[in-house]
């Protein structure tokens, strides 16, 4: 008799065990999205876990959309369309990426770098944290660097690049254009700046692939 | 013999190419008049630095520098003032630290508001969880948030409706919501 209750108990919390992903509430979701917006963010969450992605940024944007006021359909465009660059990002930085690298990753994509430049950048970086390189290269083109002139100065610094230097390199490119500069010129004179400071080939520029 | 002319300043300059003529003692009479003034003391750092401020120097800058060098001019002058927008106005008093930083500072002005609010990826977008503070009289809201590293995207909350990026920091390009966000990067190495 015990032992049947016991295995009724063993039973019962593994099957809770397996089923809880697919059933779990964030309660922060549940407080602010009304459920026929929230059921279906919660399914791409859980699709998102399912495949090993991270669920908290995918919160966080549907936590802003209701901040902002924006209405359901878009709360949910936008998390479907950032769990897609995610996954993008995590297949080009391989599955050991952080969730910071990721969510940079997809930044540096939403901004028109290519998967390709992520996965080299990773190469170049294979014991360092990508997420400030990637995070860098989508504010260079935030500034209106072109985002492949973008990859080839963050892959250029990625084999010695500090985190503080990618961000002083960021923050220069920013100044100059803040002051007059176009972005690309902007970031080719700092960028043979760095070169020659280091004693590397300068390369700004390079062939994009069909 | 030279002719006489008539331009005084000519005349003024035959005047100073005539030789001029020596006593016989005086080499004897300057070098006396050396021996006789006090022994200079030696320079100490504040002297240098001192000669050093006051003696004309010529500077060389690139145009960029020059440039960057004018902007850093205009910024002290004018006190870093810009309109963000009507009710709003912010002067950037510096981007987030965000190279190494553990704890980042969000600063921004804006005169015109009862309550400023710091609101992002950080918070869960909470416009109650990061309350900014103002520094009495001036304008200007700051808070100071632990962040590890990472790329967290906010805006400011102002008086619970305006929604404002942050003058000092890159923008998104990530706009899902039809408002800008700004974006910090807080790195590790």
Do not use: C
């Amino acid at each position: 008799m015990r032992h049947r209750l016991l295995a009724a108990v063993l039973a019962t919390t593994a099957l809770a065990a397996w089923h809880a992903p697919a059933q779990a509430q964030d309660p922060r979701l549940a407080r602010r999205l009304p459920d026929e917006v929230r059921i279906p963010i919660e399914a791409l969450i859980d699709s998102a876990r399912a495949r090993a992605l991270p669920a908290e940024p995918l919160v966080d944007r549907a936590l802003e959309g209701a901040a902002k006021g924006a209405g359901g359909e878009r709360i949910v465009a936008a998390v479907r369309r950032l769990a897609g660059e995610l996954g993008v990002a995590r297949d080009a930085l391989g599955s050991g990426s952080t969730s910071a690298e990721l969510v940079a990753g997809a930044a540096a994509l939403r901004a028109g770098a290519r998967s390709d430049d992520l996965r080299h950048l990773r190469q170049r970086r294979p014991d360092r944290p990508v997420t400030v390189a990637a995070g860098v290269l989508a504010d260079l083109v935030a500034v209106g660097v072109p985002p492949d002139t973008a990859a080839a100065a963050v892959l250029a610094l990625a084999g010695r690049g500090e985190d503080a230097d990618y961000i002083a390199f960021r923050r220069n490119v920013e100044r100059d254009v803040a002051l007059g500069a176009t972005p690309t010129a902007a970031l080719t004179v700092r960028l043979t700046g760095e070169t020659l400071s280091s004693g590397d080939a300068p390369g700004p520029t390079r062939a994009r692939k069909p | 013999m030279r002719q006489q002319r008539n331009d005084p300043i000519e005349r003024a300059i035959d005047t100073l190419r005539e030789p001029v003529e020596l006593r016989p003692d005086f080499e004897r009479r300057v070098m006396a008049a050396v021996a006789s003034l006090p022994v200079p003391r030696r320079a100490g750092p504040l002297r240098l630095v001192a000669a050093w401020m006051v003696t004309a120097r010529t500077v060389r800058l690139s145009p960029l520098g020059g440039l960057a060098a004018a902007a850093v001019v205009l910024t002290a002058l004018l006190g870093g003032r810009a309109l963000l927008g009507p009710g709003a106005e912010s002067a950037p008093l510096g981007a987030p630290l965000a190279a190494d930083g553990r704890a980042v500072q969000f600063v921004v002005a804006v005169p015109t508001a009862s309550t400023v609010a710091l609101v992002g990826d950080f918070n869960d977008w909470n416009a109650e969880a990061t309350p900014m503070r103002p520094v009495p009289g001036d304008g200007i809201w700051t808070v100071l948030v632990p962040l590890g590293p990472g790329r967290y995207r906010y805006s400011f909350l102002v008086n619970g409706t305006e929604w404002l990026t942050d003058p000092t920091a890159p923008r998104t390009m990530e706009d899902d919501f039809g408002r800008p966000n700004s974006v910090v990067t807080v790195g590790g190495t």
